[in-house]
């Protein structure tokens, strides 16, 4: 059982340990499955600190656009920036995004980014389906059973996540939201999760 998404508590490799800011990259990389980001709302961004993640081994994340916070623009500029540190260095980019589907896809699409996962997905069937075109997977976490597309998404190829920290009651969300979907679909989603996180994970790392 693999989560997708989490956030730092007890140290294991059964999750993607994600972060909001690049002050916690000496945490995270304690981690076998790390990424480091930066994302509206939380502290400067710091390009640096992301390439010395990279240079690590982890992956790029939590990043992205969010309309809660203004300067969209600003906004997206950081976001390119960190893109294109997932780019040069080969890592998978954790996409958090909240009403701005739109621009995030001209933004991915535009920029040729192949390599990664939309997570927290609540958006809508037809916008997954062209996230997927272009490489990427997304990523449900319980809170997906609220929105519109919820049965629809279940339809399509997307990995499972809790956005809690690593530890027991993680293990337990995430058990009980596999389970949960696997009923829904007669399949095993958290042997496809896994399978399909390892196999992104395990992708060629040139550098
Ligand atoms: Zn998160």
């Given at each position: 059982m693999f989560d997708a998404h989490a956030h730092i508590g007890?140290?294991?490799?059964?999750a993607l340990v994600c972060t909001a800011?690049?002050?916690?990259l000496d945490r995270a990389s304690l981690f076998p499955c790390f990424a480091v980001g930066s994302i509206p709302g939380h502290g400067a961004f710091d390009e640096r600190a992301l390439r010395e993640a990279a240079g690590k081994g982890g992956h790029i994340g939590e990043i992205g656009l969010d309309?809660?916070?203004?300067d969209k623009e600003g906004q997206e500029d950081i976001f390119r920036k960190a893109l294109e540190v997932a780019m040069e260095y080969d890592r998978i980019a954790i996409i958090h995004v909240v009403r701005e589907y739109g621009s995030l896809y001209d933004i991915l699409s535009e920029m040729g980014v192949r390599r990664f996962i939309v997570h927290g997905y609540t958006g809508s069937a037809e916008m997954a389906e062209r996230l997927l075109g272009l490489g990427g997977i997304i990523s449900l976490s319980?809170?997906?059973?609220?929105?519109?597309s919820f049965r629809k998404l279940l339809t399509l190829p997307f990995v499972t996540e809790t956005?809690?920290?690593?530890g027991a009651e993680e293990r337990r969300i995430l058990s009980a939201w596999n389970e949960r979907l696997s009923e829904l679909t007669g399949e095993d989603i958290g042997e496809r999760s896994e399978r399909i996180m390892r196999e992104m994970l395990c992708q060629a790392t040139s550098s």
């Open positions: 007890d140290i294991t490799g059964e800011s690049a002050a916690e309309r809660r916070f203004p319980p809170r997906a059973e609220g929105a519109r956005d809690m920290a690593t």
